[in-house]
């Protein structure tokens, strides 16, 4: 059972574009939305992150939208740079303290020159 | 440098033999996981630790048996591996408590079984 689901799989953007990227989750009891931006051969690092508290969260180019009654969320990416190519995964844990996060399947998102 | 750090990063091996992975954190933190990402890029925990202290074990089989000497090391031994156990293995750390905090990740170990 796949606690969160993201969609697309792959996404192509023009530089200078807007990339978005969606996800969806099922245990309510999540109360922790981090994004996380993977480059081939390295680890996942913390791109941005969300609490269900907050409907929007903006840093710089990058913007969390979460909608708590859809039990959705969403990152959008403006002016999007050939340097974001890379794969984008959602998250999601719960509880306090040890928080192993379950992850989205992955977005690649390659941009354009 | 301050990181999360793995040995190795890359292990090729044959079915049936018993590896381990080592995962070193100087970043102070309490907690340690261990995440397999599969060739589709699917990311999934294994296990956490907290100050040595098994938190989190996932469904995973038992020839995957994690150790942690300390809270700054958490090594992953894999018996009798298998074909499908080739992937990248992520070890990541965090500080306890709450507010969520953010996990750093280790640059991976890819695991390949012939």
């Known amino acids: 059972q796949q606690q969160v689901k993201q969609s697309p799989q792959s996404l192509i953007v023009q530089k200078g574009g807007i990339s978005i990227i969606n996800c969806a989750y099922e245990?309510?009891?999540?109360?922790?939305f981090p994004w996380y931006q993977q480059f081939p051969g390295k680890g996942p690092a913390l791109l941005i992150a969300?609490?269900?508290?907050?409907s929007e969260k903006k840093e710089g180019r990058f913007t969390i939208s979460f909608n708590k009654s859809a039990k959705q969320f969403s990152l959008h990416i403006m002016d999007s740079q050939p340097g974001d190519s890379a794969t984008y995964f959602c998250?999601?844990?719960?509880?306090?303290?040890?928080?192993?996060?379950?992850f989205g399947s992955g977005t690649r998102l390659q941009v354009q020159p | 440098d301050t990181a999360v750090s793995q040995t190795p990063k890359y292990l090729v091996t044959q079915m049936g033999n018993d590896k381990s992975i080592k995962c070193e954190q100087n970043?102070?933190?309490?907690?340690m996981y261990w995440y397999k990402q599969d060739s589709k890029k699917f990311l999934k925990i294994m296990f956490s630790?907290?100050?040595?202290?098994?938190?989190i074990n996932e469904t995973v089989p038992n020839r995957f048996s994690p150790k942690s000497p300390d809270k700054a090391h958490l090594n992953l031994h894999i018996n009798s591996l298998e074909l499908g156990d080739s992937a990248v293995y992520f070890c990541?750390?965090?500080?306890?408590?709450?507010?969520?905090?953010?996990?750093?990740f280790g640059p991976g170990t890819r695991l390949t079984v012939l």
């Open positions: 998250a999601a844990s719960r509880g306090t303290g040890r928080r192993a996060l379950t």
């Open positions: 630790y907290n100050n040595k202290e098994l938190i």
């Open positions: 245990n309510t009891a999540f109360d922790y």
């Open positions: 969300i609490r269900p508290d907050v």
């Open positions: 970043l102070g933190h309490d907690t």
């Open positions: 990541a750390s965090s500080p306890e408590g709450s507010p969520p905090h953010e996990q750093f």
